[in-house]
Each structure stands twice: as structure tokens, then as C-alpha cells.
């Protein structure tokens, strides 16, 4: 068991974060080369307006 001190919530979140990635065995993963195929293009696509209440505020 642990125990989050959160006499400040924003400070508790990323102590509780940083201490669950640190839980974590990370090591090199070997990853084959990735060959893309040209991107094709489309004149006649239009893309169609995001609504305002389906974009994330940019805070930071």
C-alpha cells in the first residue's frame, strides 16, 4: 500500500503518476524500420469543421 500526501490535489496527481512510471522496467525495445507508402492526396476532400465543444482547451 502508499500513501499520497494531497494537501496540494495538482502536486499529488504528478507525485502519484511519477511513482506508478517508476513501477515500470523500461528497456530498449528493438523495432524493425518502418517503410511508409506515398501519401495520396485528394483534391475534391474538404475537411469538415471540429465543433467548439469537442476541442480540448489549450492550457499550457
Not at 25 to 54: C, G, I, N, Q, S
Amino acid at each position: 500500500m502508499v500513501v499520497v500526501q494531497a494537501v496540494d490535489k495538482k502536486s499529488a496527481r504528478l507525485n502519484c503518476i511519477h511513482h506508478l512510471l517508476q513501477q515500470v522496467p523500461y528497456t530498449d525495445v528493438e523495432h524493425p524500420t518502418v517503410v511508409l507508402p506515398k501519401r495520396e492526396r485528394h483534391a475534391d476532400y474538404v475537411r469538415m469543421p471540429v465543433p467548439d465543444d469537442m476541442i480540448v482547451p489549450e492550457i499550457y
